[in-house]
């Protein structure tokens, strides 16, 4: 899951410049925009670290009833885990 979250990491900071930031702006915490480039990236990583593990939850666990519980059990507690993970990848940059 790490190396996921490092190559969603590196995909959003690459759109930060499309988004109008600095190209610096991610890694240089005495910009005036830092935090809010953090913000922006971290929004993004959670949501789209979430998308793709429920996605492959979905695609791994069978349709039959076990299946279908065994999902919901992760999309209920899939949270807690991926703030931390996604805590783990950005606190080098904060």
Same mark, same amino acid.
């Given at each position: 899951?790490?190396?996921?979250? +490092?190559?969603?990491? +590196?995909?959003?900071?690459?759109?930060?410049?499309?988004? $109008?930031? /600095?190209?610096?702006? #991610? #890694?240089?915490?005495? %910009? /005036? #925009?830092? %935090?809010?480039?953090?913000?922006?990236?971290?929004?993004?990583?959670?949501? +789209?670290? +979430?998308?793709?593990?429920?996605?492959? %939850? %979905?695609?791994?666990?069978?349709?039959?009833?076990? $299946?279908?519980?065994?999902?919901?059990?992760?999309?209920?507690?899939? $949270?807690?885990?991926?703030?931390?993970?996604?805590?783990?990848?950005?606190?080098?940059?904060?």
């Amino acid at each position: 899951m790490l190396q996921l979250s +490092r190559e969603i990491l +590196r995909n959003e900071i690459n759109d930060l410049q499309y988004k $109008g930031y /600095e190209i610096d702006t #991610f #890694f240089n915490k005495d %910009s /005036e #925009f830092h %935090s809010e480039a953090v913000d922006e990236v971290r929004y993004w990583l959670t949501y +789209r670290l +979430r998308d793709a593990l429920l996605d492959e %939850s %979905s695609i791994q666990l069978d349709t039959n009833e076990a $299946g279908m519980l065994l999902w919901k059990l992760i999309y209920d507690n899939i $949270g807690e885990e991926i703030e931390k993970q996604v805590n783990e990848v950005l606190n080098p940059f904060v």
